[in-house]
């Protein structure tokens, strides 16, 4: 890649056409996949003592320790629906990674037979109906467009039970916001999950304030191939707005949680936690 390529790269746009990682690329799903499966760090999925005790605070806090149906909207490899199958819940997994689909049916094939998995992208997928809990975690909500995330909360309303509860993890909004107005870094990866083998990885991020979007670009110079440029749009929300479309779409936010695990872990570092039920209204309408 030439140098002027950088110095002419066009101004980042929030969500605009063709953005977004690679998620559903084999080859890039399978090095995503030993991410969520290290044990060494957070960054893709949390270690499984956390997820061990969120399941159990899921399945007595919100699911009140009775079998239930449970939906998880990209579910990546499985890690929440299987603790959940274990417990007695039927549970239905979507995701568009090829490579985390295809583990998580690996393991629900060697467990109850009460979790299912469908590769697919939650945008355009059926989701069923009645559902006890809808699952969206780690911060994925924020990685839609408005009108993308109105549209799948419709949908969410749609499938749940008439007394179901979804949970919802968002990011920060002030993290969103630091991420954006922080300077371009760089780092030399001996592999990793945008390329196999060692590359250069140039990142530079921009806040948007009228959107309140950050936005990001990688650029990925691997050592014996071609440059690669992707995208990220996070869009930050403030309870106030979250509220907003909650409502907008016949949902009621019905609690505001510290953690999945009643004590201080990693992820309260990350993510603020939302519960939300059908309201009232939307219920006798």
């Known amino acids: 890649m030439k140098i002027q390529t950088l110095v002419n790269r066009p101004a980042m746009i929030p969500f605009a056409p063709g953005r977004g990682l690679p998620w559903n690329d084999p080859a890039f799903s399978r090095r995503v996949l030993d991410v969520h499966l290290s044990q060494d760090h957070d960054r893709a999925s949390r270690r499984s003592d956390i997820i061990d005790r969120q399941v159990a605070w899921l399945h007595e806090t919100l699911l009140d ?9 990209a579910c990546g490899p499985g890690f929440y629906t299987q603790r959940l199958a274990q417990r007695g819940h039927q549970c239905t997994g979507l995701d568009f990674s090829p490579a985390a689909i295809q583990y998580a049916r690996h393991q629900a094939s060697q467990e109850s037979g009460r979790s299912h998995y469908r590769e697919v992208d939650v945008r355009a997928a059926e989701f069923g109906s009645g559902f006890d809990l809808i699952l969206m975690l780690f911060g994925e909500f924020n990685t ?18 008439p007394s179901g509860q979804l949970l919802v993890e968002l990011q920060f909004a002030e993290d969103i916001r630091a991420c954006g107005e922080s300077s371009p870094d760089w780092s030399v990866e001996s592999d990793g999950p945008f390329a196999e083998g060692p590359y250069l990885l140039l990142h530079e991020s921009q806040w948007h304030t009228e959107q309140r979007v950050t936005t990001e670009r990688f650029w990925v110079l691997p050592d014996r191939s071609e440059a690669q440029i992707y995208t990220l749009d996070t869009q930050a929300y403030s309870d106030e707005a979250l509220e907003k479309l909650f409502v907008q779409v016949g949902l009621s936010i019905t609690g505001r949680y510290e953690s999945m695990t009643s004590t201080a872990e990693s992820e309260v570092d990350l993510f603020a936690v939302t519960g939300a039920s059908i309201s009232s209204l939307a219920k006798t309408s």
């Not at 839609?144 to 039970?161: D, M, N, S, T, V």
Request: charged share 25%; no cysteine; proline share 7%.
């Open 144 to 161: 839609f467009a408005p009108g993308e995330a109105i549209e799948l909360l419709k949908r969410i309303q749609g499938a749940l039970a």
């Open 65 to 73: 320790g009775r079998p239930g149906k449970v939906l998880d909207l």
